[in-house]
């Protein structure tokens, strides 16, 4: 059954800006921490971002830090990805999981659901 669902992603313009979203349909976010990843083509999947249950404490990645912003909504049991100002390098389909919070990346338990693409072009 699927447990995770992603969307939002799209075709867009070096610099502009979108929205992803991720849905738990199983209650996995519950108490736990939330993070998306994301596998450039050819490429392995790498951790972007994370955020605690009560969205006190943010990690990001390097990469992303200062052009990305995670959130959550427990009530809806969503998690989303603002990511602006985007580049080439962001082109990339995009997971997200839900896990324990280890140094500056997630251990990610959930199964890992079909992802939603991002292209940007320059």
């Known amino acids: 059954q699927v447990e995770l669902v992603e969307s939002g992603g799209g075709l867009v313009q070096r610099g502009q800006s979108l929205t992803l979203s991720c849905s738990d349909k199983?209650?996995?976010?519950?108490?736990?921490?939330v993070a998306w990843y994301r596998q450039p083509p050819g490429k392995e999947r790498e951790y972007v971002a994370s955020?605690?249950?009560?969205?006190?404490?943010?990690y990001y990645s390097d990469s992303v830090k200062g052009r990305f912003t995670i959130s959550r909504d427990n009530a809806k049991k969503t998690a989303y990805l603002l990511m602006k100002d985007l580049k080439p390098d962001d082109t990339a389909t995009y997971y997200c999981n839900y896990g324990l919070q280890s140094g500056n990346t997630m251990i990610p338990v959930g199964a890992w659901g079909q992802g939603t693409q991002v292209t940007v072009s320059s």
């Open positions: 955020i605690t249950y009560n969205s006190d404490a943010t």
């Open positions: 199983k209650g996995g976010f519950g108490y736990v921490v």
